[in-house]
């Protein structure tokens, strides 16, 4: 996975209205760039499970402050966006 984003923090270390927005937003750049070069970890994402690359991503959001949990569904967010933009219909 490559790492050439950088994960911005939360705004403020405790919960706050919008948190898990700008965690999806701190997430956004970097999930783009594992879409165009692991369709499975995208895939994997939308069913709930986490890919090694993926794993590495919501660790790598846990060290910019974010929680892991806040990350998972952040990815998971993100890979359903992702889809939906290619004209994907979910259940």
Same mark, same amino acid.
């Given at each position: 996975? @490559?790492?050439?984003?950088?994960?911005?923090?939360?705004? &403020?270390?405790?919960?706050?209205?919008?948190? &898990? #927005?700008?965690?999806?937003?701190?997430?956004?750049?970097?999930?783009?760039?594992?879409?165009?070069?692991? &369709? @499975?970890?995208?895939? #994997?994402?939308?069913?709930?499970?986490?890919?090694?690359?993926?794993?590495?991503? $919501?660790?790598?959001?846990? +060290?910019?402050?974010?929680?892991? @949990?806040?990350?998972?569904?952040?990815?998971?967010?993100?890979?359903? @966006?992702?889809?939906? $933009? +290619?004209?994907?219909?979910?259940?």
């Amino acid at each position: 996975m @490559e790492h050439s984003h950088a994960i911005s923090g939360p705004r &403020q270390a405790s919960d706050y209205p919008g948190r &898990q #927005a700008d965690c999806v937003a701190a997430l956004r750049p970097a999930v783009a760039d594992l879409a165009t070069t692991s &369709q @499975e970890s995208i895939v #994997a994402a939308i069913g709930g499970e986490l890919t090694d690359d993926l794993l590495a991503l $919501a660790h790598r959001a846990e +060290k910019a402050g974010w929680t892991f @949990e806040e990350a998972s569904a952040a990815i998971e967010t993100l890979a359903r @966006e992702y889809e939906g $933009a +290619k004209g994907t219909v979910f259940d």
